[in-house]
């Protein structure tokens, strides 16, 4: 059986484009398949910079023939009491392709429904690639597309110059897009030339032939190879911080890697700054020697011609010389202008409109971290240090250097204040004031930098919610998602159960003292931001499993902590089917039933009715326990002091009627209900649980 083989000829495709077409084409290939009635295969995927190819194993000659069956409506509404057809038979018959007097009738599950037969003849299977190379051509969904080509055009990411099919050894021609598909590819735009590919099996091979490595897995193992070879010849290691390696591996077609020199005067700058200008601006590799420095010299993948390799690595070493120029100049007159200045600059630079400018954050970082630090628990001279840390993390805002690379900020800052004696501490706490920076970055390795983070996180999210500018659907331009997450990834990291409204209260406050014109007053703001903060916490928690109505019942319980709300939804999955569990849910969820149902004015005062007495005395017997339990952070404790509530809730609904017609005993009832479900409510949000056990 013959392989197939599709090959999209392009302009060059970004890095992005060509992992969405990793990503989509095996489905694209495999819902194509089963569309053309062809056995499912396995399809490999290969894509380079300008082409992205789909190689399928395996498909028959030929498609078999068949006579398809399509149920339409049920007897009933096929055919009226004279046995004529209806407009709704008429019309399935219609859609079928067929008349209504093709249809038949068949038994389905004890009932009788009209069938359209229609017979579908064999094919060549070659007739069917043009529609398999449809779906994929026009299937794929780039993040950010070009519309090329007449009329209203195809959207892709780039245009399209070139289209292969192959089914064996067999050329497939069509035409789509305006295009005709051949047996001849391109090679390297300056290395090769045409490639005739004489079959589906033999494609790499042909294209390897005229410079080019089609197959991305192949290429990437290849580039690997060449960077251990190349990095040992030197008696270093390359390293790749970045993770530019999954981009620079879509820039080439055919890899070859260059050893250039760094002059070794530039490695008086601070590392970041080499490796960053080496990474980000120019995709190379740093080299590290055995005991963990710098190297003077760097690793590149250039997909030019290899005969002059030492021409495009001296190239490459001049590029980057300016750049390392530039940040020395730069660098140089920071140092000269020194920490002080620096901070200084900050009264000029606006950090928002409505917020002031850098140093107005600046000051608001500072009080903030002093009560977030004195809460934790830290000692006082940690207290100091975060302090201190939260004086100097936006010094660098001022700074040439990192107008120039502003992927360095925090980490400037940093390096300029250890070189003005600044504690170790303290200058590891501004590098790392902004981590966590998503899902894979870590948090900050101390205390002191916690602390800092932190009052980074909520002074952004604070002022956003304040400004009513928090993300709305997908759109977030400020990252407030991502500074959510962090918050609560610190905090569940270092175990600060200690409630963050406050710090929230605290962040408002100093905002607004700082700028009045706000669009949201502080209450409003931070409502929004707890359950923005929420939000997040069930989406970490997630992902160790605990379900979303965990969560939410533990949020409902105002436990007042991300740490304390997270133990809590954690033991309610564990205990979610257990009896004690089930029976104070039931309790909890009659409860808040009835007490919405009767409009409980929570104006609860005993008569003397024995029956209302004994729901009474459990309510206010359990109340101690459930505050203890709730302290220590014990829902097996809060649950054994809440059952008594549940049982004596059986025995009050049948000893007592709530719904009494003397309206002054009706509200007193209720209230009791109202009550009964508040103190209920004070172990977990129990009707955000569903009785079968919820989502786990």
């Known amino acids: 059986m013959p392989d197939l083989l599709i090959e999209i000829g392009c302009e060059e495709l970004p890095a992005s484009a060509c992992r969405e077409a990793i990503a989509q084409v095996p489905g694209l290939i495999t819902q194509a398949l089963a569309a053309a009635r062809l056995p499912e295969r396995e399809a490999t995927v290969m894509v380079a910079p300008r082409r992205i190819a789909m190689h399928v194993p395996d498909l028959p000659e030929t498609r078999e023939g068949r006579t398809a069956e399509v149920r339409g409506p049920a007897r009933q509404a096929a055919f009226g009491p004279d046995g004529a057809p209806t407009k709704a038979a008429e019309g399935f018959a219609r859609s079928q392709g067929v008349t209504a007097a093709d249809l038949v009738l068949r038994e389905d599950g004890g009932r009788e429904f009209v069938y359209a037969l229609r017979e579908e003849p064999a094919a060549d299977t070659a007739d069917l690639v043009p529609e398999l190379a449809r779906a994929v051509l026009e299937g794929i ?130 590392e970041k700054v080499l490796v960053t200008a080496m990474q980000s601006h120019q995709r190379y590799f740093p080299l590290r020697r055995a005991d963990g420095s710098l190297e003077p010299r760097f690793l590149s993948v250039s997909n030019g011609d290899p005969a002059h390799g030492a021409t495009i690595a001296r190239g490459n070493a001049d590029v980057l010389d300016a750049r390392l120029q530039d940040a020395a100049f730069s660098f140089d007159r920071d140092r000269e202008a020194g920490l002080g200045a620096l901070n200084h600059r900050l009264d000029t630079i606006v950090f928002h409109k409505r917020l002031g400018s850098m140093a107005d954050k600046r000051d608001r970082l500072e009080a903030l971290a002093f009560h977030i630090a004195r809460d934790a628990g830290l000692t006082a001279v940690e207290i100091d240090h975060a302090v201190k840390a939260a004086a100097l993390a936006k010094a660098d805002q001022g700074a040439v250097l990192v107008a120039e690379f502003s992927e360095l900020q925090g980490e400037v800052a940093a390096v300029y204040a250890a070189l003005e004696g600044v504690p170790e501490d303290v200058c590891t706490a501004v590098r790392e004031h902004y981590l966590p920076e998503g899902p894979d970055s870590p948090v900050p390795s101390s205390p002191v930098g916690a602390v800092v983070a932190l009052a980074e996180k909520i002074d952004n999210l604070m002022g956003a919610f304040l400004c009513d500018e928090a993300p709305s659907g997908s759109k977030d331009p400020y990252g407030l998602r991502r500074a959510a997450a962090g918050l609560v990834r610190v905090l569940l990291h270092y175990g600060w159960d200690v409630p963050h409204a406050p710090w929230l209260a605290e962040s408002a406050s100093d905002i607004r003292e700082q700028d009045t014109d706000l669009v949201l007053d502080d209450a409003a703001a931070i409502t929004r931001l ?63 039933k009835i007490a919405a149902a009767g409009g409980d004015t929570g104006q609860f005062a005993t008569a003397g009715d024995p029956g209302e007495d004994a729901l009474a005395d459990a309510v206010r017997a359990a109340s101690p326990g459930i505050e203890a339990a709730r302290g220590a952070r014990d829902l097996g404790a809060a649950l054994a002091a809440a059952a008594p509530v549940a049982e004596a809730v059986d025995r009050f609904f049948v000893d007592v009627l709530v719904n009494a017609e003397d309206p002054s005993v009706r509200a007193r009832r209720y209230a009791l209900v109202g009550e009964a479900a508040r103190t209920l409510l004070r172990v977990a949000d129990f009707p955000k649980v569903t009785e079968q056990g919820g989502d786990r």
């Open 141 to 270: 969904r780039f993040g950010k597309n070009m519309r090329w080509g007449s009329g209203d055009g195809l959207r892709f990411s780039r245009p399209v110059r070139w289209l292969v099919a192959k089914l064996g050894g067999r050329t497939v021609e069509f035409e789509l897009q305006g295009l005709t598909a051949g047996g001849v590819s391109h090679g390297h735009r300056f290395l090769g030339g045409d490639a005739e590919i004489p079959d589906a099996a033999g494609y790499r091979d042909a294209l390897r032939g005229q410079g080019v490595v089609a197959d991305h897995v192949e290429r990437r193992a290849e580039i690997v190879a060449a960077l251990d070879a190349a990095a040992a010849d030197t008696g270093c290691a390359w390293s790749d911080p970045g993770g530019k390696l999954e981009e620079v591996l879509f820039l080439v077609e055919r890899p070859s890697v260059l050893v250039g020199d760094i002059d070794p005067q530039h490695l008086r700058l601070p």
């Open 530 to 592: 707890e359950a923005f903060i929420g939000d997040r916490l069930a989406f970490t928690l997630a992902g160790e499993g605990v379900s979303a109505e965990a969560c939410a019942a533990a949020q409902g319980a105002g436990l007042g902590s991300v740490v304390a709300t997270a133990a809590w939804a954690r033991q309610i999955d564990a205990t979610r089917r257990d009896d004690v569990f089930r029976c104070v849910w039931n309790a909890c969820t009659r409860l808040v």
